[in-house]
């Protein structure tokens, strides 16, 4: 496996930015879960070796329900990625969280249903922690660079996951909040979950683009006028998630502590590991190598 490095998932405007700043390669990556979204792009950023990935392809032409997780978060994996970034544009569920502000999201409640949620389907069962989705680790470093920003930072706020790629209704939207969501966005889930199996650590930046449906908008005012406001909220969450980033690169890629993403599998496999085929431990060595090992069944 390759050297440890720090992994950024994004969209287009924030893959953009980056690679105006760190230029890059792109790394061809098969997966026994097919092709990721695109090729990953390999760059030394701040002194710090950087894997992005577009999570909507080149051209943003794959809809949140067929981004290929599994893939994105192999080719991570086996790309030596221990300490993963990930921002999404989101509507906000809540009056101070305002479009242009960046959360760091401590929490998730997961309504998707149409996606592959785990790498283990087949042949093997496994149940890992997940109470706590966002690593507290790279949490902690993004909140502490998050003072060094001029824009707003919100160090805590639970996530909704629809599924899309519709938006929500009012009365979904008013639903949202009284479950006590924050945020409400398409992407975060199974990427987080994936993540966690794959033992690598994970942290979500939300990027409010503009208010979800529950609070009206200025009846006066054209649909394409805040059409273009919301893309203007986005180019300035970008641009603050991409300093947010920066600022975190120099702790986020150090020795992972005891924050426990690194170990999420050590109790996690319930099936008999002495009775594993031999084709899902060929198919699954990556993740699952080190716990198959002679010794560790």
Not at 25 to 42: A, H, L, N, Q, Y
Not at 205 to 218: G, K, S
Not at 250 to 255: F, G, Q, V
């Amino acid at each position: 496996m390759a050297q440890a490095r720090v992994g950024i998932i994004g969209g287009t405007g924030l893959g953009d930015l980056l690679l105006r700043e760190a230029g890059g390669r792109p790394v061809e990556v098969d997966t026994p879960f097919g092709k990721p979204s695109c090729p990953p792009i390999v760059a030394t950023w701040s002194g710090v070796e950087v894997v992005f990935l577009s999570r909507h392809g080149t051209g943003h032409k794959l809809n949140p329900s067929t981004v290929p997780y599994r893939a994105n978060i192999w080719a991570m994996k086996t790309l030596g990625v221990t300490s993963l970034f990930a921002s999404g544009a989101t509507g906000s569920l809540r009056e101070d969280i305002e479009p242009g502000h960046l959360v760091v999201c401590d929490q998730v409640i997961d309504k998707t249903f149409r996606r592959a949620g785990t790498f283990f389907d087949e042949g093997l069962v496994a149940h890992v922690e997940f109470a706590d989705p966002f690593c507290p680790r790279l949490r902690t470093i993004l909140s502490s660079a998050g003072g060094k920003l001029s824009t707003t930072v919100h160090h805590a706020g639970t996530y909704v996951c629809m599924e899309g790629p519709q938006f929500s209704t009012r009365a979904e939207s008013h639903m949202h909040r009284q479950w006590g969501g924050d945020l409400i966005g398409m992407t975060c889930m199974p990427e987080a979950k994936l993540a966690r199996e794959a033992e690598i650590c994970y942290a979500l930046i939300a990027l409010p683009t503009d208010y979800d449906c529950w609070r009206p908008h200025d009846p006066s005012r054209k649909y394409h006028d805040l059409l273009q406001e919301i893309l203007g909220n986005l180019k300035r969450a970008s641009d603050n998630a991409l300093a947010l980033i920066r600022e975190a690169l120099p702790l986020a890629h150090r020795d992972r502590g005891t924050c426990g993403c690194g170990e999420a599998l050590t109790l996690a496999i319930w099936s008999d590991k002495s009775g594993i085929d031999l084709s899902v431990r060929q198919r699954l060595e990556p993740l699952i190598g080190r716990y198959l090992e002679k010794g560790n069944e």
